[in-house]
C-alpha cells in the first residue's frame, strides 16, 4: 500500500523508504506488516550516525533496538480498512508530497 501511495517500485521503495515506525516500533519487514485502523506510520529516508542506523529497517544492529521494534512485523496479515496516519519527513516528504496529497488529507478540527 505504501509503495502504491509513494508511486515507487519495490527496488525503489527499498532505496528511499530507509526507516518505518509503525506506532512507534520499528518495521523491518513491510511487506509482513499490516496497517490497522487508527494506527500511525512514520517513513523517512535515511538518518545520519547511530541513531539512524539502529532505527534503519532491516538495519545489521538492530539488536541495539530490541525494546523498540515493532512486536507486529513477524505475521502477515491484510490490510484492514480505515484511516491511519502518515507522517513523512526529510527526503520522503520532499520527493513524493504530491504523491501523498492525490490520495486526500483528511483534518480534524480541533476540540472546543
Request: glycine share 10%; charged share 20%.
Amino acid at each position: 500500500m505504501l509503495r502504491r501511495i509513494l508511486n515507487l517500485d519495490p527496488a525503489a521503495f527499498r532505496h528511499e523508504v530507509r526507516t518505518l515506525l509503525l506506532n512507534s516500533g520499528v518495521v523491518d519487514d513491510p511487506e509482513a506488516t499490516p496497517i490497522r485502523d487508527g494506527d500511525i506510520l512514520v517513513v523517512s529516508g535515511a538518518m545520519p550516525g547511530l541513531v539512524g542506523a539502529m532505527l534503519r529497517s532491516g538495519s545489521p544492529i538492530r539488536s541495539m533496538r530490541a525494546t523498540i521494534s515493532g512486536a507486529r512485523d513477524a505475521g502477515a496479515g491484510p490490510v484492514i480498512p480505515g484511516h491511519f496516519t502518515l507522517k513523512a519527513f526529510n527526503t520522503v516528504l520532499r520527493d513524493h508530497l504530491a504523491d501523498i496529497l492525490r490520495y486526500g488529507v483528511y483534518v480534524e478540527a480541533p476540540r472546543g
